[in-house]
């Protein structure tokens, strides 16, 4: 089978593999389509996030969907020929936190596309059959990769404790903050604002709802970004933000803009080992900081609100690509080329 491999900063090539052996509770899938995330550009570019550290050959890729075609196990019978998203982090069941329903939180987790742990981005991957969740015909492949950013975003929506009529900030609207925004759309906030880099982005935040927008420089994010919350709030700030960001600088802008006693949840991921944090605004303004660590059961509600249509996933999926052309793939989501905000790689 064809298998795109990274075997260093900057470098996949497509190489070929035998196809998964199965183990006890295992399927195989056909992998139909692999989206890019911003954590599979880190590792791409420097093989490491923080103290996670890959080597190569490593096949990276979690966020995907496939045709489950060989189920050894009559048990899970009623999955084979369906279409799945899969849930990529697959915990050990016996900790602590996997016993009381923290399992995303597990330690001894392992990660698809994660140090020594092969991803999706091959013809076929084995995996779990009961991390495998079935995504009505009406949800494209391209889409069903999708349920996996999305399930990220309902996590940090639940993990902020929306009240009506709440005021919020979105910092950073790549994939995760945009859907982010919808999501927190649909919760009764009163009134959303978005900060990006690049105004593309915040050109489809506003096509999908986010009442107002800034495009900051890249250099002075923090003095802009700061400065505009406190016009638009009127020196209030917000009562909750969210980092979306893959940039140190995103989690100090969360905590400017977040009011007095306001919460503020740290999404995304800088891929340093230590983020800037103004202890003296947090502190002083007794904020609540709550980091965000992927996803909590949360697959069944992310197939759902995509298959009732409450949330917009095609001005987010913005390119496809074929296996062949991964590397160039993971080169213009590294660089944001092409106005491009989510990359699909394509298999089938």
């Known amino acids: 089978m064809k298998t795109a491999v990274w075997l260093g900063p900057r470098k996949i090539e497509i190489i070929e593999r035998p196809k998964p052996v199965l183990k006890p ?17 880190h590792y791409y570019l420097d093989g490491k996030i923080g103290d996670q550290i890959i080597t190569p050959p490593l096949v990276l890729g979690h966020e995907f969907s496939g045709i489950v075609c060989e189920v050894p196990d009559k048990k899970y019978e009623w999955l084979l020929g369906q279409r799945v998203a899969v849930e990529p982090g ?8 996997c016993k009381t329903g923290h399992y995303n939180v597990c330690t001894d987790m392992r990660f698809l596309g994660g140090p020594g742990c092969d991803g999706a981005l091959s ?9 495998c969740f079935p995504v009505p015909s009406t949800i494209s492949a391209p889409i069903a990769s999708m349920v996996e950013p999305t399930a990220v975003a309902i996590h940090a929506v639940e993990l902020a404790g929306i009240r009506p009529v709440e005021t919020a900030l979105v910092v950073g ?4 903050g945009l859907l982010t925004a919808q ?9 959303i ?20 927008t800034l495009t900051t420089t890249a250099e002075n994010c923090i003095e802009e970004s700061t400065s505009w919350i406190r016009e638009i709030t009127d020196n209030r700030g917000f009562d909750v933000t969210f980092d979306c960001t893959n940039r140190s600088e995103g989690i100090v802008i969360a905590c400017h803009g977040t009011r007095p006693a306001g919460r503020s949840v740290l999404v995304g ?10 202890v003296s605004i947090a502190r002083r303004r007794e904020l609540k900081l709550q980091w965000c660590r992927r996803f909590r059961y949360n697959f069944p509600s992310a197939i759902q609100f995509i298959e009732l249509g409450k949330i917009k996933l095609e001005p987010i999926l913005t390119h496809h690509f074929l296996p062949e052309q991964t590397q160039l793939a993971f080169e213009m989501v590294a660089h944001t080329e092409d106005n491009l905000i989510k990359a699909s790689i394509d298999w089938v």
């Open 269 to 278: 991921i800088s891929g340093e080992n230590y983020d800037r944090i103004p």
């Open 25 to 41: 509770g295992e399927v195989l899938i056909q992998v139909e389509s692999v989206g890019v995330c911003g954590s599979d550009i």
């Open 123 to 131: 013809e076929y991957i084995a995996v779990p059959a009961e991390y």
């Open 90 to 97: 697959i915990a050990c069941g016996q900790c602590d936190y």
């Open 193 to 212: 604002a978005g900060i990006d880099i690049l105004p593309f982005r915040t050109a489809v935040a506003e096509q999908l709802g986010v009442r107002q």
């Open 183 to 191: 999501l927190l759309l649909q919760s009764g906030i009163s009134f």
């Open 173 to 176: 609207l790549g994939s995760i």
